[in-house]
């Protein structure tokens, strides 16, 4: 993190500043909602401001120079991670939960992927992503509010868990994680902090512990540094 912010000090200061104070001081009063926030207009509003970038669902105190090499190695990584895993995503029932601007849904459809679900609490990509790829589907959902139909081998959660930001949201998202995942399936998830704390109005850090509680008889692997922070990978029983 420290490596971040020194990296967005350097290249975008002015960036760093306006993003601090819409976090800091806008958001709070723009989208607060009852104990958590109003997840569903952030993420419409954000999407609509950024369009097709990947400074939409990535860091907006970055350029989108930055965010475009960040996602890039990320995307490497995790087709690695996927290989030591002996998961092979393109024979895989693919689960992706918060497409964001659908970068790890064009890298799983380069992966081979021909059947995969992306679900997502805004819908404000899906035109573009139908267009792009037909053969998979989209539906609007909460996944602290619904479980997706269907049974999944690999499901992807990545940098969402952290804009569930009470533990009773996250209960639920987990029980419908659980819920649609095939025997044997891998749930990749990230990010994993390692401390858990309250971050801001729309973040949380979750750590190991946070999740390892909801996932009795699953295997839980050991936490793999990732972008910013780490993975970790959670296998249900063959
Ligand atoms: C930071 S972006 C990450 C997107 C993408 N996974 C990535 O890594 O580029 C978070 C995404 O999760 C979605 N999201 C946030 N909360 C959600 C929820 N409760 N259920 C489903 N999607 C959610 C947002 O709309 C957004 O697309």
Redesign the pocket.
Same mark, same amino acid.
């Given at each position: 993190m420290a490596k971040d912010l020194w990296t967005k000090l350097k290249t975008n200061p002015v960036g760093l500043a306006k993003n601090a104070v819409v976090k800091l001081v806008v958001n709070p009063i723009k989208y607060r909602k009852g104990e958590g926030y109003d !997840?569903e207009r952030y993420?419409r509003d954000r999407?609509e401001r950024h369009g097709a970038n990947?400074t939409g669902?990535?860091d907006e105190g970055l350029s989108e120079d930055d965010n475009r090499r960040m996602?890039e190695e990320a995307g490497q990584k995790l087709l690695a991670i996927l290989a030591d895993e002996g998961v092979d995503p393109a024979g895989a029932r693919v689960l992706? #939960?918060?497409?964001?601007?659908g970068?790890?849904t064009g890298l799983m459809h380069d992966a081979g992927v021909r059947d995969l679900t992306g679900?997502?609490?805004?819908d404000v990509?899906f035109e573009r992503f139908r267009a792009r790829w037909p053969e998979f589907r989209f539906h609007k !959902?909460? #996944?602290?509010?619904v479980a997706p139909e269907g049974r999944y081998d690999l499901v992807?959660? #990545?940098?969402?868990i952290q804009? #569930?930001v009470t533990e009773d !949201?996250l209960a639920d !998202?987990f029980k419908h994680v659980k819920s649609v995942m095939a025997p044997g399936a891998a749930f990749v998830l990230y990010p994993m902090t390692d401390r858990s704390r309250r971050h801001m109005l729309h973040v949380h850090w979750w750590d190991t512990d946070d999740v390892r509680k909801h996932f009795d008889g699953h295997a839980v692997g050991d936490a793999i540094p990732f972008r910013y922070s780490n993975l970790v990978v959670i296998r249900k029983a063959g």
């Amino acid at each position: 993190m420290a490596k971040d912010l020194w990296t967005k000090l350097k290249t975008n200061p002015v960036g760093l500043a306006k993003n601090a104070v819409v976090k800091l001081v806008v958001n709070p009063i723009k989208y607060r909602k009852g104990e958590g926030y109003d !997840a569903e207009r952030y993420w419409r509003d954000r999407f609509e401001r950024h369009g097709a970038n990947l400074t939409g669902p990535g860091d907006e105190g970055l350029s989108e120079d930055d965010n475009r090499r960040m996602y890039e190695e990320a995307g490497q990584k995790l087709l690695a991670i996927l290989a030591d895993e002996g998961v092979d995503p393109a024979g895989a029932r693919v689960l992706e #939960i918060g497409c964001g601007n659908g970068f790890f849904t064009g890298l799983m459809h380069d992966a081979g992927v021909r059947d995969l679900t992306g679900v997502d609490i805004t819908d404000v990509q899906f035109e573009r992503f139908r267009a792009r790829w037909p053969e998979f589907r989209f539906h609007k !959902a909460d #996944i602290t509010q619904v479980a997706p139909e269907g049974r999944y081998d690999l499901v992807l959660m #990545i940098d969402v868990i952290q804009h #569930i930001v009470t533990e009773d !949201a996250l209960a639920d !998202a987990f029980k419908h994680v659980k819920s649609v995942m095939a025997p044997g399936a891998a749930f990749v998830l990230y990010p994993m902090t390692d401390r858990s704390r309250r971050h801001m109005l729309h973040v949380h850090w979750w750590d190991t512990d946070d999740v390892r509680k909801h996932f009795d008889g699953h295997a839980v692997g050991d936490a793999i540094p990732f972008r910013y922070s780490n993975l970790v990978v959670i296998r249900k029983a063959g």
